[in-house]
């Protein structure tokens, strides 16, 4: 009988390594050798990248700008102008609308007579009209203003997310990347212990597994990244990012009437009441003038030509059952417009609930996530200070040093998030940088 006597502080790293060894020796032959991946210089990369520029000359606000000139609704915004101006123009007129004027001859061959007419129809502004169409093409103008600045706001709101995303990910892959390095250079180690034969072969293999766990790790952060800058190239149409695009948080705590969003659906209620009391002013039709001559005149010698002048004025009316219909869809437009104004406030009191509570959350989470990498980092100082004399086994090490890279990262996300969430609730009280 063959008996083995196993001490109890080295029996767990021992069946650990009887395990890994007999799943190395099931897998790949009881012959196969082990893979060194302590002389590989570098982990394998990802072909695709996406990379952006610093630009230090590059603000935020100009970034915006930037974006917006190449954003999909600035065609929109244009339209919008050149409605205004239309509306404009029509309301200083001095006709309600096109002037007719028609000539007319006739012959009577019987009495051998010759009539010409000619007649003028200009349609007159009604009792109030006038005055309405101004007051629309007013609201148009402050309506069409009020909806670039809204768009320029979701804009601003769309870059402040894709820079913030992309500092995440970026945080996120030189961890992956420091931790990769880290587990490098332990493998070098342990290995050298192992050909000295202070440590057991399998705490190789135990080593080189966490190597190719962070390896793996490490493509997925290089991947995040690149998605992180491709949405934001997509956003912006360009690959430079700004220096520096922290902001300050503002002091405003609750949404306002001044929030570009909401002055934006309120300008667009006022043009739609606006429309619909220019439409009511037309009432059932426009007021018409109409000026004409008659000219007759016999093809005999002796006969007297007389000519005539006619003044008349067209009055419409019993239109009210054709002008409904109108109103009617203008009515819907409008309401339609209040519903979507209610539930915008509902909303953005939520968005602005959310913003204030991450800041609130973040703020007290870096301050303890700083104090966990502090603590994390003295027990790690220690660990590696007792592994290399022997006092305790590679696994509590490890154990100690994932923990460690984990405190470190969260420290780093937190700071990042917490500037985040200044821009985020900068955006959500609907403040420009």
Known sequence: MFILNVSNTRRPRFMLGCAVLCLMLSTTGANAEIPDLAQTDAPPSVDHLDPVVIDSSLSLPKLIDLTLEKYPDSTWLTALEDEAAALAQRSQSWTAGASQASIGYQSQSTFKLNYATATVQVPLWNIGQRDAEHTLANQAETSAEAQAAAVKLRVAGLVRGALWDMALAKIRYEQAQQELDIYQ?????????????????????????????????????????????????????????????????????????????????????????????????????????????????????????????????????????????????????????????????????????????????????????????????????????????????????????????????????????????????????????
């Open 185 to 433: 250079q332990l493998l070098v180690t342990i290995k050298h212990r192992v050909d000295l034969g202070d440590l057991p072969r399998a705490d190789q293999l135990l080593a080189q597994t966490e190597l190719l766990q962070k390896r793996s790790t490490f493509t997925l952060a290089e991947a995040e990244l690149m998605h992180a800058r491709k949405r934001y190239a997509s956003v912006t149409q360009t690959t430079k990012v700004p220096g520096n695009y922290e902001e300050k948080l503002v002091a405003s705590h609750n949404i306002g009437q001044n929030h570009p969003t909401l002055i934006a659906i309120n300008s667009q209620i006022a043009r739609k009441q606006a429309e619909l009391n220019a439409v009511k002013a037309v009432g059932s039709g426009q007021t018409n003038v109409v000026a004409g001559i008659l000219s007759d005149e016999g093809t005999d010698a002796r006969s007297n030509k007389a000519e005539f002048f006619n003044v008349g004025v067209s009055i419409p009316f019993g239109g009210s059952a054709h002008a409904a219909p109108q109103i009617a869809a203008i009515n819907v437009d409008l309401n339609r417009l209040m519903a979507d104004r209610a539930q915008l406030l509902r909303d953005l009191e939520q968005a602005h609930h959310e913003a204030e509570h991450n800041l609130e959350v973040n703020e007290v989470e870096l301050a303890t996530a700083n104090e966990q990498k502090q603590v994390s980092e003295e027990l790690l100082n220690m660990t590696q200070l007792a592994f290399s004399v022997g006092e305790i086994d590679l696994m509590d090490l490890l154990k100690i040093q994932s923990r460690t890279q984990q405190a470190i990262l969260a420290a780093k996300e937190r700071a990042v998030m917490l500037q985040r969430d200044k821009a985020l609730y900068n955006q959500a009280v609907g403040v420009m940088p």
